[in-house]
């Protein structure tokens, strides 16, 4: 059987380029957003919203559950989530909406279970020098990695 991480990092940024498209909507979990200020899942939210939620399995149930609850406040919401059609989640919660499933693989932002910083860039560059990360040094490390084959669910 193929090797997968199943515990899920919740710290992964949406790639700036696929984000530009999303701008002027509101981000509930934002990647680096301090729970101390405000948490998306106890706040109301705007007209129109873009969620990429944690991928850990609570959380992702808790933000989907949250996007479908605020269409009775009339938001609309466009969900963006890693594909997995044979999951409770997707037959329960997410199948009856509009799903589009991106064509190729999103490239994250996050540090990989190795400790390696992944981004976006299709390149790859290992030097000596270190990044502060969460209040921590760890190695500088950028490669293409951190892909997750994709889906936008759109719900209003």
Request: charged residues 25%; glycine residues 4%.
């Amino acid at each position: 059987m193929k090797y997968r991480n199943l515990e899920h990092k919740d710290d992964w940024a949406t790639p700036p380029d696929f984000l530009a498209k999303y701008k002027d909507y509101f981000d509930p979990c934002p990647w680096h957003h301090d729970l101390n200020l405000w948490n998306g899942l106890e706040v109301d939210w705007k007209p129109f919203n873009f969620v990429n939620p944690p991928y850990s399995l609570k959380l992702k149930v808790a933000f989907v559950q949250k996007t479908i609850y605020e269409t009775i406040n009339g938001c609309n919401s466009t969900l963006l989530l890693p594909v997995s059609t044979s999951t409770v989640l997707f037959h329960k919660w997410i199948k009856q909406y509009k799903v589009e499933f991106l064509e190729g693989r999103l490239r994250f932002i996050g540090i990989n279970e190795k400790g390696q910083y992944v981004n976006y860039d299709q390149i790859q560059v290992v030097t000596k020098e270190t990044i502060l990360y969460e209040d921590r040094e760890i190695p500088k490390f950028i490669r293409a990695s951190g892909q997750h084959d994709s889906m936008l669910v759109f719900i209003s």
